[in-house]
């Protein structure tokens, strides 16, 4: 079939991107599904930093790509020996693909899954290959979703059903803004009620780290971000301080407001200065996890002693260290319950022809979470 998709052929183009166009809307031909996969209509894609990153050059993918991770949708047809699934279903994706059968799946952390981990950076499906095409072009798969489609075929092991009673636009922040930033803090952190918390950068993982640590019941949420925007954001969504890390002094600000530093702090932004100050106001004895992806270039140095002499620690949350399956339906039903706000963080709709415009607004920092419908 014939389908309008938003593709990469040039890596790293200066901005505007409104200007540049490094990305193109083309119609490509897609594949029926075959053994395992599925076809499914796109009705709302988010844009995310995982997406920019590529778009920029800061991770490098094999073009030319198909954009877009963090979707939802509805099942069109399923392929030979899929089960669990069927047309009319309602789905959300997922960027990695437990394959089920190496070390990290049959240890139960999925998000580390060594074959998708493989198929991801190759451009392809969990199975190995591509299923979109321009004339005798292979199209490379944006973490076996290309979610920045009308419609897709993906693996059945990146989808998760989940009820009908949700808007899309909203279903589509689980897959990635949600599952990565309320993980981060139940999974990976297991926050302790009455914690003090902090979040350092104040993007949709951000915005829904901090709304998952409120919803876990976090004494103290503090909000960090160089945008006062973000901050007036934070502090509606439930942060109950907000400072400005534009300001030198930011890291002494905070540690002699919470007397010497914060149980838990998250850093979301994936850049070097953001992790300097997460780490800086981690108190003694504190946990600093970072769920940033930064250039593979960039490096962050810290006192050594301090791991030993305070006794810190330094984790990394990938996928908020989910199991999707688990995850979704249960953050799901959080939200259902009123208790994670994440209509809230949805700053507004675009179609797929202001896909390039919708990534100046994410990358100057305008927005939190920019979605196309389809």
Request: hydrophobic letters at 40%.
């Amino acid at each position: 079939m014939k389908v309008k998709s938003a593709v990469l052929r040039e890596l790293g183009l200066e901005t505007p991107y409104a200007k540049s166009r490094p990305i193109k809307i083309e119609t490509l031909d897609l594949d029926a599904p075959k053994q395992g996969e599925v076809l499914i209509k796109i009705k709302s894609a988010s844009l995310c930093h995982s997406d920019l990153s590529v778009v920029n050059g800061s991770r490098p993918r094999a073009l030319p790509m198909a954009l877009g991770h963090e979707a939802s949708g509805v099942v069109e047809e399923v392929g030979e020996s899929v089960t669990g699934l069927k047309p009319g279903d309602h789905i959300v994706c997922v960027f990695v693909p437990s394959c089920g059968h190496c070390l990290p799946c049959k240890e139960g952390r999925p998000a580390l899954c060594e074959t998708a981990a493989k198929t991801n950076t190759a451009g392809t499906l969990l199975g190995g290959e591509k299923r979109l095409h321009a004339g005798e072009e292979s199209i490379n798969h944006h973490l076996g979703v290309s979610a920045f489609s009308e419609y897709a075929v993906v693996s059945r092991n990146s989808l998760i059903k989940v009820p009908k009673d949700i808007a899309f636009e909203e279903l589509a922040l689980f897959g990635c803004a949600v599952i990565t930033g309320v993980g981060a803090v139940v999974n990976t952190a297991s926050i302790k009620l009455g914690s003090t918390v902090a979040i350092v950068g104040l993007g949709g993982v951000g915005l829904s780290a901090l709304i998952g640590a409120v919803a876990a019941g976090a004494g103290k949420v503090v909000a960090v971000d160089i945008n006062e925007t973000k901050l007036q954001q934070a502090g509606e969504l439930g942060a109950t301080e907000t400072f400005n890390s534009m300001d030198k002094d930011v890291i002494e600000q905070i540690r002699n407001t919470t007397g010497g530093g914060l149980d838990y702090v998250f850093e979301t932004a994936g850049v070097v200065p953001a992790m300097e100050v997460a780490y800086g106001i981690t108190k003694r004895g504190g946990t600093t996890v970072t769920t940033g992806l930064p250039h593979p270039d960039h490096h962050f140095s810290f006192p050594y002693v301090s791991l030993t002499a305070e006794e810190k620690s330094l984790k990394g949350s990938y996928v908020g260290s989910c199991v999707p399956e688990r995850d979704i339906p249960r953050f799901i039903n959080l939200y259902k319950q009123g208790r994670l706000q994440i209509d809230k963080l949805t700053t507004e709709i675009i179609s797929l022809d202001q896909i390039n415009e919708g990534f100046d607004k994410l990358g100057k920092g305008k927005s939190s979470r920019i979605i196309i419908n389809f």
